[in-house]
Structures are given as C-alpha cells and as structure tokens.
Nanobody
Framework: QVQLVESGGGLVQAGGSPRLSCAAS????????VAWFRQAPGKEREFVAA????????YHEASVKGRFTIFRDNAKNTAYLRMNSLKSKDTAVYYC????????????????????WGQGTQVTVSS
C-alpha cells in the first residue's frame, strides 16, 4: 500500500527555518514527481513547490520562491521542504503528494495532478 508520511511541522517563530520531510513507501518513489501543497483554515489547498522525479528540476510558487526550497533524496525515499524566513501567512497544514503518472515532464501544480497524499503536518507561525 502506497503511503506518504509528513513530519517536521509545529509551532515556529516568525523568521524561523524548519524543514519538513515526506517519507514514501509502497511505490517506486524515484519515478514520480513529488509536490508540497498547503491549506490554511477556510482556504483551498494551494500549490507550494514540486520536484521532478530526478530532483534536477524544481518549481516554487511565487509567494515562497526564494524562501522555500524543495528537494529530494531518492536513496532515502524522502522529499523535503526547507522553509526560511517564515511569515504568519505561511501558517497552514502542509501536505506532500505524489504525481499520478511516473516520469511526468512539465509543471504539475494542481491538486488533480496528484493521486497519493500524506496526512499533512501543521505549521503554525507565531509573531
């Protein structure tokens, strides 16, 4: 059974730099694009960043570009989201997701592009 498990969230001070992890099992992790999304209370789930199946190409949503970095370690079946200079508007539940097709090429930034999701990890930024 395919499973994604996020970790690394919690209460963080504004300006902090936590790192989220997404551990995968049950699927050949290295064949799939992996992304991070987030959902704030009362808002729709939104794209944050994605990494190609090799990790050579990454995409970051405009509001996090330069502050967040997605990367992956296929040997460990794990993807990460390094978050810097956190702001209160970054408060949300963060989800990792695996693309529905192997070896996908191109930007995949919509919820419908992904079929496997983790349970989410809460990140709360305190000012």
């Amino acid at each position: 059974q395919v499973q994604l498990v996020e970790s690394g969230g919690g209460l963080v001070q504004a300006g902090g730099s936590p790192r989220l992890s997404c551990a995968a099992s049950g699927r050949t992790f290295s064949r799939y694009v992996v992304a991070w999304f987030r959902q704030a209370p009362g808002k729709e789930r939104e794209f944050v960043a994605a990494t190609s199946w090799t990790g050579a190409t990454t995409y970051h949503e405009a509001s996090v570009k330069g502050r967040f970095t997605i990367f992956r370690d296929n040997a460990k079946n794990t993807a990460y989201l390094r978050m810097n200079s956190l702001k209160s508007k970054d408060t949300a539940v963060y989800y990792c997701a695996s693309h529905r097709s192997p070896y996908n090429i191109g930007t995949a930034s919509t919820v419908d592009d992904y079929d496997i999701w983790g349970q989410g990890t809460q990140v709360t930024v305190s000012s």
